[in-house]
């Protein structure tokens, strides 16, 4: 998918908010970012197709300055526009630093193009995608009812959803308290029975990661829900080394995803750094399932950080991070960056059969342990062992 790599909308926006970033106000900026956000995440077309067919102003929000900016780069790579900015402005500094926070990300251009791509039919697709494993109702930060939430999945086409709201551990997103969780539960049990089966709601939360790698919520308290969904919201714009801190978070019992793992933001913030090489063997050997988080600004692992990820024998979880049902779509680009590292559905969790898909959820909540499991065995060998005895002793029917 040499386009998808190359996408050149996503390229013109990282120059629109290069010119953002010089402006002297935040008034004369806002209209470049304007400008940025429609070509990375408004539009399904290529800006190549849109200047051969004179329509780029079309788009909204993109006025002549941005136009120029784009037309330069589709003919040029480059923009003479803004390199002559960069070079009369003190701000070079931060907007070179913001540049790398760009990487690997994918324009709704580009995103589409992935999704279509005839790839072979055991790649991952909207097609085998069963429902989506984070969202956020209006339990912690979210805008939609669980009930809502489940409606609308079921209009997509989905099987199953799973609802991730705040642990109490994050007040900056109304986290949850235990009482309130307890209380969210009987909402589901009772939305389920009512559901029969059209969707099925899972009780996940998405527990934040401290700064040591531990959680803001104890083993027992965490042993309440279906999963835990364990994210980073805190030093996410540091260069040091967090490697500690994410192995640690993979090893805790009961979690079963491991949440847009860097914490990364376009144009924003760099995420964590870390040896993800080493987290993915860790993550991989424990059967914790790496998040690809797509809301837009996140994309979050990206599809190289997938690809290695995949090397390392991880399972993976395509997510949307939805805080409204207007938001279930990006789990397109959730998605579109699994096929880009050539992810197979059957190492998705998203896409598994409901009796695997619970299996799982119940070995990483703990609640189907190796002793359980071995405890079992021995009693069904004793059982045969003791069917055999009683075979044995009764004589045979005779002819």
Wanted: glycine content about 8%.
């Amino acid at each position: 998918m040499e386009e998808v790599r190359q996408d050149l909308n996503i390229a013109a926006a990282g120059l629109l908010y290069d010119m953002a970033g010089l402006q002297p106000t935040e008034r004369s900026s806002f209209g470049y970012k304007r400008a940025a956000k429609a070509l990375a995440a408004g539009i399904d077309r290529s800006v190549v197709d849109l200047i051969e067919e004179g329509i780029l102003r079309d788009v909204p929000y993109v006025g002549p300055s941005s136009e120029r900016v784009v037309t330069e780069l589709v003919r040029t790579g480059g923009s003479q526009l803004v390199e002559a900015a960069l070079g009369s402005s003190s701000k070079r500094g931060e907007v070179d630093k913001r540049r790398r926070f760009r990487r690997a990300y994918l324009s709704r251009h580009a995103m589409r193009i992935a999704l279509d791509a005839p790839l072979d039919s055991s790649i991952v697709s909207t097609r085998t995608y069963a429902g989506d494993l984070q969202m956020h109702s209006t339990w912690s930060d979210g805008g939609e009812t669980i009930e809502g939430l489940a409606e609308a999945a079921f209009e997509l086409g989905w099987s199953r959803i799973g609802v991730t709201d705040h642990s109490y551990g994050l007040p900056i997103a109304r986290g949850m308290s235990m009482d309130a969780a307890h209380r969210q539960h009987a909402e589901i049990d009772e939305l389920n029975e009512r559901l029969q089966g059209r969707v099925r709601v899972y009780k996940g939360v998405e527990a934040n990661i401290l700064a040591d790698g531990n959680l803001d919520l104890q083993e027992d308290e965490r042993r309440i829900f279906d999963y835990v969904l364990a994210s980073p919201h805190s030093q996410l714009r540091t260069d040091a080394d967090q490697t500690a801190r994410m192995l640690t978070a993979v090893t805790l019992p009961g979690v079963a995803i491991l949440g847009h793992p860097q914490g990364r933001m376009f144009n924003t913030r760099p995420g964590i750094t870390a040896d993800w090489r080493k987290v993915f063997r860790e993550a991989a050997k424990r059967e914790v399932a790496i998040e690809i988080d797509g809301n837009w600004h996140r994309q979050d692992v990206d599809y190289e950080l997938a690809t290695m990820a995949l090397e390392e024998g991880c399972l993976l979880a395509l997510d949307s991070d939805a805080h409204a049902i207007e938001e279930f779509p990006f789990t397109d680009y959730a998605i579109a960056h699994a096929r880009i590292a050539q992810a197979p559905a059957d190492r998705v969790v998203n896409c598994w059969e409901t009796g695997k898909f619970e299996a799982w959820l119940r070995e990483r909540a703990g609640k189907s342990t190796k002793r359980v499991t071995r405890r079992a065995r021995l009693t069904t060998e004793a059982q045969s062992s003791q069917r055999r005895t009683e075979k044995t002793a009764i004589p045979k029917r005779r002819r």
